[in-house]
């Protein structure tokens, strides 16, 4: 089982519908959980960062954490076609795993595009 | 404000030819710096990892070798170039890797 899963895509929904990207995890005991938007031919970019079961707003999106399931979740409100883009879900597992504060495990990403 | 510097953006180098990428961090103190790789239509592949002046951690066996000179420096090098080693270069830092990373813009290796 790989450590962070995603669909890889490509993800496609019409301008202005909502988006749900997915993510699964393998280690229970993981600390902190984070989305990153990477646009072609840019670096990722850390859009959404959860730690707690439950919901995290901040504008159009919205990070979702269910711990039990190791599942966690982005939802983009009122897609834009500039929101078309990779998305990577990312894992901390905490000290011990690579360092002292633990390293970032990254998913192969999601491909989103949103059509006008 | 914290920043990260990565250059050069785009490096198109023969193959058994030297590499060296510099990634420099600004505006905070003893930082975890990272080197990943990152090949077309593949996900983020961890290569090094510091923890301090000196301390380099290697992730996979390979061609490249990273150094940590100064505090707020990290470098990606190799001493021969393989076709293989094209790809995107990405250098991160973090203080506390609980919040998360912030990548530098990249470098893109292509390797002829």
Redesign the interface.
């Known amino acids: 089982q790989k450590e962070v899963e995603q669909n890889s895509g490509p993800l496609s929904v019409p301008e202005g519908a909502i988006a749900s990207l997915n993510c699964t995890y393998s280690d229970r005991g993981s ?2 959980f ?1 989305w990153y938007r990477q646009y072609s ?6 859009i959404m ?1 959860i ?1 707690s079961n439950g919901d995290k707003e901040d504008g159009r999106f919205t990070a979702q954490l269910n711990k039990a399931s190791q599942y966690v979740s982005l939802l983009i409100r009122d897609s834009q076609p500039s929101d078309s883009a990779t998305y ?1 879900c ?1 894992v ?1 597992k ?1 000290p011990g795993y ?7 495990i ?4 999601t491909k989103l595009s949103v059509k006008p | 404000s914290q920043t990260i510097h990565q250059w050069p953006a785009t490096l198109v180098q023969p193959v058994g030819s030297p590499l060296s990428l510099e990634c420099t961090v600004e505006g905070t103190s003893n930082p ?1 710096l ?1 080197w990943y790789r990152q090949a077309a239509g ?3 592949q ?1 290569l090094f ?1 510091s ?1 301090g002046i000196g301390q380099i ?1 290697s ?1 996979v066996p390979q061609n490249l070798s990273a150094s940590r000179p100064q505090d707020r420096q990290f470098i990606l090098s190799s001493k021969k170039l393989l076709l293989s080693d094209s790809g995107f270069y ?1 250098c991160a830092w ?1 203080r ?11 470098t ?1 290796l292509t390797v002829v």
């Open positions: 600390q902190s984070f031919g840019k670096s990722p970019e850390l960062f730690y990577l990312a901390n905490g690579g360092g002292s504060q633990g390293n970032l990254f998913g192969k990403g | 975890n990272y593949r996900g983020l961890l990892y923890v951690s992730e990405l973090t506390v890797a609980y919040y998360g990373y912030t990548f530098g813009s990249g893109r």
